[in-house]
């Protein structure tokens, strides 16, 4: 087996999230403006609340598709400028070999996932209002209680803005290191963490070491390499082969 190096750690991406965030959060915004558009005390109005919130998830494709190309150019952007830090200290052709890698099919299959995500924002609230609605007609719970719940669907939905924003930021950048690193022959990567009080655990325990591409870790009953898990701020440092 040949020597391995370490390449430096990847660049901090919080201009790409922050971007993202403000982003979808516009989303939450719309879809907490058309639930006040109506008079969710009335039962009735439900099923053309859920109407209307599934075609503004059709609507918003262009936009979605705009709003991820955006995120994902910002990021192959800044792990690219990593590698090319790193380049100088490899031969000729492994500096041709990364810049050769495969990245398009990797941001294509990226960019349909986020904008699936994206349309899911006014999809997920159009559910949860008709799942309160049933929930009406059978809890004891007063009908005032069960209306301020279904008017805190935009908060809900904004919070869920953010952890898509943070959570998809980092595996694209994720996915696109592990696409580059495999491709010059990497094998796999050190976990390393953000090193601070937020850590959790389970991270915190995976910090410096070895993990194979092809063996992504379980941590917490999720499956996924470093900075690919919800709100996961931890990153994959790849090993690569000694030239």
Not at 169 to 185: D, E, F, K, N, P
Request: one cysteine or more.
């Amino acid at each position: 087996m040949p020597r391995l190096k370490r390449p430096i750690a990847r660049p901090v991406f919080s201009g790409p999230e922050r971007r993202y965030v403000i982003s979808l959060r516009k989303v939450a915004d719309q879809v907490l403006t058309l639930v006040r558009g109506f008079d969710v005390t009335d039962p009735g109005v439900v099923p053309r609340l859920r109407n209307v919130l599934e075609k503004y998830a059709l609507a918003l494709e262009p936009w979605a598709e705009a709003t991820a190309a955006r995120m994902l150019a910002e990021v192959n952007q800044k792990d690219r400028q990593s590698w090319q830090v790193l380049t100088a200290q490899m031969s000729r052709q492994l500096r041709n070999e990364i810049d050769q890698a495969p990245t398009g099919q990797t941001l294509r299959s990226l960019l349909a996932e986020q904008v699936q995500l994206i349309k899911s924002l006014p999809l997920e609230a159009a559910q949860r209002i008709q799942d309160l609605t049933v929930e009406r007609l059978s809890d004891s719970r007063r009908s005032s209680e069960l209306v301020a719940e279904i008017m805190r669907t935009g908060e809900v939905t904004r919070n869920r803005a953010n952890t898509i924003a943070r959570t998809e930021t980092s595996r694209a950048a994720s996915v696109l290191t592990q696409a580059r690193a495999q491709h010059i022959g990497s094998e796999g990567y050190i976990w390393r963490t953000a090193e601070d009080s937020d850590v959790r655990p389970s991270h915190r325990r995976m910090n410096g070491r070895f993990v194979r591409w092809d063996q992504p870790p379980k941590l917490d009953n999720l499956t996924g390499h470093a900075g690919a898990l919800p709100n996961c701020r931890c990153y994959p440092e790849p090993v690569i082969p000694e030239t």
